[in-house]
Structures are given as structure tokens and as C-alpha cells.
T-cell receptor
């Protein structure tokens, strides 16, 4: 059984640039959610995708957007990068939307540094 | 405003003893709670959960206790082993109240260090 995989593992961008992070969900999982973990903080919910549609969103501005593909993989896009966007971005998958079960399976994360 | 609080950034426990990690929450809509464990350079791993209809859930060496009136939960690890050294996150959801799509709300974590 393949777990959640994320790419890239590390990347450096400058302010104002755009970034795309990718995630392959665990086999059999149809729901993907994204979390931002700043240094010294717990993960913070960005949004969740179920069957290719966003069905839940945290307190993040519209420049954070995402996609889920028919194979349930997902992308997180961040436009107009700011210094505060520097963080570990975690992708998590589950068999059902978080409205049914709260257990999530996380990937190792993508470490984004904005200079 | 933090809705899930883990007030101990770190905790040191001797191998073989009991480790007790604490978590407080403020949102009364939360009705499902989870503990995650995180090693460096890895994603968080689910450990144990509890719904608000229970006050205790046990899985091997791990037991979670929930005190709804105090809005407090704790994770007990008995006996503590060197491999338990990690950061532990408490998380909460309004799962059964229809807020499951709002994701999980995490605390800042407690770094547990098991000393030989």
C-alpha cells in the first residue's frame, strides 16, 4: 500500500512568485486536505478536496488555491508569495471526507522558504 | 485565538515510567479528538482518537482521557519507551456537529523526550 507522497520536499522562492506543491494520496483514499505548519506551530487547515471539489476551507486568503484530479492526487497553488508563507506544507488523505471520519494520513511535507 | 492548547512545549520522562501529555480546548462544538505523533522529517502519524460520547479510549500502551466539563484531554503512555520520543499533537474536530469539513484544529505540540 503506497502512502501519501509529496513533491518537492524543499524549495526556495522569492516574494511575489508563485508556487505549486503536489500530493499523491494513499491508495483507496478519495479525500485530500492541505495544512500549513509554521515553525513552532501546529498544522493549520488550509482546505479539503473531495471528488475534485473543495468542500471545506480554513482561514486562508484566495491566493491559496487547489485542485484535485480524477486519480485523487492534488495540487496546492500559492500566488503572490509573502515571507510569512514560509512553512512546511502537509498534505493528508483519508478514505472519506473529514465530515465522516477525522483520521488523516499525512505525507512528509514540502518545506517552502520565501526570501 | 488558540482553540486547542498544549501548554507544555516539552516533557522529559524516564524510560519505563508513565508519560502524561495534556491538552485543553475552548470550542464547545469540538466533539472528536485525536493525538498525532511526529518524528523529525516525517509527517504526523495518527495515534489514537476519542469521541465526546466516551471519557476513555485505550490502545495498547496508549490511553486517552476526555473530561468534557473541563474541556481537557490527556494522553497517557505506559510504559514509556525510547521510541516514543517525538512531538505529540493534540487535534480536535466538530465532526459530529457537521463541522468535519472544517478540518482538524491542532495544538502547538509537546516534545516528549524519553530518557534511558
Amino acid at each position: 500500500e503506497t502512502g501519501v507522497t509529496q513533491s518537492p520536499t524543499h524549495l526556495i522562492k522569492t516574494r511575489g512568485q508563485q508556487v505549486t506543491l503536489r500530493c499523491s494520496s494513499q491508495s483507496g483514499h478519495n479525500t485530500v486536505s492541505w495544512y500549513q505548519q509554521a515553525l513552532g506551530q501546529g498544522p493549520q487547515f488550509i482546505f479539503q478536496y473531495y471528488r475534485e471539489e473543495e468542500n471545506g476551507r480554513g482561514n486562508f486568503p484566495p491566493r491559496f488555491s487547489g485542485l484535485q484530479f480524477p486519480n485523487y492526487s492534488s495540487e496546492l497553488n500559492v500566488n503572490a508569495l509573502e515571507l510569512d508563507d514560509s512553512a512546511l506544507y502537509l498534505c493528508a488523505s483519508s478514505q472519506k471526507p473529514a465530515g465522516v471520519t477525522g483520521e488523516l494520513f499525512f505525507g512528509e511535507g514540502s518545506r517552502l522558504t520565501v526570501l | 485565538d488558540q482553540q486547542v492548547k498544549q501548554n507544555s512545549p516539552s516533557l522529559s520522562v524516564q524510560e519505563g515510567r508513565i508519560s502524561i501529555l495534556n491538552c485543553d480546548y475552548t470550542n464547545s462544538m469540538f466533539d472528536y479528538f485525536l493525538w498525532y505523533k511526529k518524528y523529525p522529517a516525517e509527517g504526523p502519524t495518527f495515534l489514537i482518537s476519542i469521541s465526546s460520547i466516551k471519557d476513555k479510549n485505550e490502545d495498547g500502551r496508549f490511553t486517552v482521557f476526555l473530561n468534557k466539563s473541563a474541556k481537557h484531554l490527556s494522553l497517557h503512555i505506559v510504559p514509556s519507551q525510547p521510541g516514543d520520543s517525538a512531538v505529540y499533537f493534540c487535534a480536535a474536530s466538530a465532526l459530529y456537529s457537521g463541522g468535519g469539513a472544517d478540518g482538524l484544529t491542532f495544538g502547538k505540540g509537546t516534545h516528549l523526550i524519553i530518557q534511558p
